[in-house]
Nanobody, 118 residues
């Protein structure tokens, strides 16, 4: 079972930037597609960004141009650089690992809170 640990959340003001990190000790990390999800109160969890094991990226329209997902296979880490944060970005952010893109995600982190205020 892949263990994922997120960090980097916090409380910021609108327009600020924040960088989330997700690390693991999983030796086969480079084989996984990685995603960042978020869930705001009263809303369903949504995919924010995804990076394949081949470094192909996907972004939700709501964060395109503001968020950047990246990975460092040597450090077994995936990052989410968030800029120009908006109030509506407030949510718990989760990273997730996916071995087979035809199936669901295999492992999830515990989540990290991001709160954006005006």
């Amino acid at each position: 079972q892949v263990q994922l640990v997120e960090s980097g959340g916090g409380s910021v003001q609108a327009g600020d930037s924040l960088r989330l990190s997700c690390t693991t000790s999983e030796p086969t990390f480079s084989n996984y597609h990685m995603g960042w999800f978020r869930q705001a109160p009263g809303k369903e969890r949504e995919l924010v960004a995804r990076i394949s094991r081949g470094d192909i990226t996907y972004y939700a329209d709501s964060v395109k141009g503001r968020f950047t997902i990246s990975r460092d296979n040597r450090k077994k880490a995936v990052y989410l650089q968030m800029t120009s944060l908006k109030l509506e970005d407030t949510a718990v952010y989760y990273c997730a690992a996916q071995l087979d893109s035809r199936r669901g995600y295999d492992a999830w982190g515990q989540g990290t809170q991001v709160t954006v205020s005006s």
